[in-house]
């Protein structure tokens, strides 16, 4: 690193620690001139790339219907602000349109058959086969919304499918949440030491030879 | 009371342990005790999926680095995968997908993966695509028709750009890879590249694609919690990710050590406040 690198360096590292000094010392102007500086920079280095992007990308003539579509969103803060919808629409139905499909095949489809072959070939091993099995049918049952047709399942004497449907449910979610936790909860602490501490004493040591 | 109730009840405040356990984090930090470590099969799974390929061999790479993320974390763990790639001379088309990814991944290559070092000429054996917008029908766009941006990140036209020659679309590349930023991020690489078009696929990031797709449409994966860093392990690189893999465990001991204490003061209260009934009674 060169000794112009190692000054921009501690000047992050600066400005790293007062936006995490809003946790422990609360809002302080150290804090706030950190956050504009990082809002500022993030929305300038944006902005610079939708340019590039724009420049690279306009010399298509059909990317003119995309770009008309765009401004249409803009309608919101003038009179015409019913033209506004259109982009909505256009957004929903594209965005339904691109992933409703490969949802279906990937998420419903595969798995259900993936299912059932391991259940036939009893793979990985037959315990785990026949617990996917369970799952797979009783969360199935678990989510029928019906009250013709969900009753059976949610009360009575089959009430227990529903039950243990949403066991399994709750051991997903329970998953998913410690994963998170622990990713981002857990790691928000070591990053900051990483970054803060670690990047710098390392620099510092490779610049120092 | 006994010493220890007395130590907890007393002595032993919240502040206090806040300031116990960063200082021994960071101490870790510094001079880490390095444990072994075991290597999970989605680890082994996803070195074996980029073993199984040919110099030469296109890997397509799905991006969505923001402003921050190079420098918050994974760095390393990114650096350790490109490396890796690279050591097995294969090509590399980023493609991505949030305005700051093509200048991020231009400086990832050139500072911190040294593409420089093992003969990686830009063009020829790595491209970087401009910003490409739409999210979900942008990856969908670039899986149907790979030149679908045009030009480079640099505006050069894609035809003049040697590594795109023979990759019309991405079936003509022989591996996607996906990375995270987000729930919703993988499962759409997955839905469009991996379903779509029959790509095999791994994953640098996160469970999110484990439980639905893994096997099917995932081949290798690398889970945030513990799988970068058995990659950093298996692949013997000095990265900061099983640094933060036993910082984590370390972190989960302190957590368990709280709940510890916690019960004894909650024991030792409860019992005084019986003592204190029984005197009174």
Do not use: E, N, R
């Given at each position: 690193m060169t000794p112009f690198e190692i000054i921009l360096m501690f000047g992050g590292v600066f400005l790293a620690l007062g936006t995490f000094s809003y946790a422990f010392i609360g809002e302080t102007k150290w804090f706030a001139i950190s956050e504009s500086i990082f809002i500022g920079g993030g929305i300038a280095m944006a902005g610079f790339s939708i340019i590039d992007t724009l420049r690279s990308q306009l010399a298509n003539p059909l990317m003119i219907i995309p770009f008309i579509i765009g401004i249409l969103a803009y309608t919101r803060w003038t009179n015409y602000r019913w033209l506004a919808r259109y982009p909505v629409s256009v957004l929903s139905g594209i965005g339904l349109g691109v992933t409703v499909g490969s949802t279906i095949r990937g998420q419903i489809i595969a798995g259900m058959i993936q299912v059932i072959q391991d259940v036939q070939a009893m793979y990985p091993d037959p315990i785990s086969a026949l617990l996917s099995l369970l799952g797979v049918v009783t969360v199935l049952f678990y989510f029928t919304y019906s009250e013709k047709y969900s009753n059976p399942v949610h009360q009575g004497r089959f009430g227990i499918i529903a039950k243990i449907g949403r066991i399994f449910l709750f051991s997903g979610f329970g998953y998913l949440y410690a994963s998170t936790f622990v990713a981002e909860g857990v790691d928000a602490l070591s990053t900051t030491i990483i970054i803060i501490f670690l990047r710098t004493v390392r620099a510092l040591q490779g610049f120092y030879g | 009371m006994t010493a220890v109730e007395n130590f907890v009840t007393t002595w032993l405040t919240p502040k206090k342990m806040a300031v116990f356990f960063t200082i021994l984090t960071i101490l870790y930090m510094l001079f880490p005790v390095m444990l072994p470590m075991k290597v999970s099969s989605w680890t082994t799974d996803y070195i074996a999926e980029i073993d199984r390929l040919e110099p030469g061999d296109v890997v397509v790479w799905g991006h969505n680095?923001?402003?921050?993320i190079p420098a918050r974390s994974g760095l390393t763990f990114n650096t350790a995968v490109m490396q890796y790639l690279m050591s097995k001379q294969l090509k590399i088309i980023f493609v991505c997908f949030s305005p700051a990814t093509p200048s991020n991944m231009y400086t990832f290559m050139h500072d911190?993966?040294?593409s420089e070092d093992y003969g990686y000429v830009y063009g020829v054996d790595w491209v970087v695509t401009p910003f490409i917008s739409g999210e979900e029908s942008g990856i969908a766009a670039v899986g149907d028709d790979m030149w679908y941006p045009k030009v480079d990140m640099f505006g050069t036209p894609l035809s003049e750009i040697p590594i795109y020659q023979d990759i019309h679309v991405i079936s003509d590349a022989q591996l996607t890879m996906c990375d995270g930023g987000?729930?919703?991020?993988q499962p759409m690489y997955v839905r469009q590249w991996a379903i779509r078009h029959k790509m095999r696929m791994v994953n640098n990031?996160?469970?999110?694609?484990i439980a639905i797709y893994y096997g099917i449409y995932v081949q290798g994966c690398l889970d945030r919690t513990r799988g970068q860093a058995e990659f950093e392990y298996a692949t013997d690189f000095q990265g900061e990710e099983v640094l933060r893999f036993q910082f984590r465990n370390i972190g989960a001991s302190l957590v368990f050590l709280s709940v510890a204490l916690g019960n004894i003061a909650l024991y030792s209260k409860k019992k005084e406040e019986r003592d204190t009934v029984g005197v009174v009674a």
């Open positions: - | 680095w923001g402003d921050l911190y993966a040294k987000g729930f919703s991020w990031y996160g469970f999110q694609v």
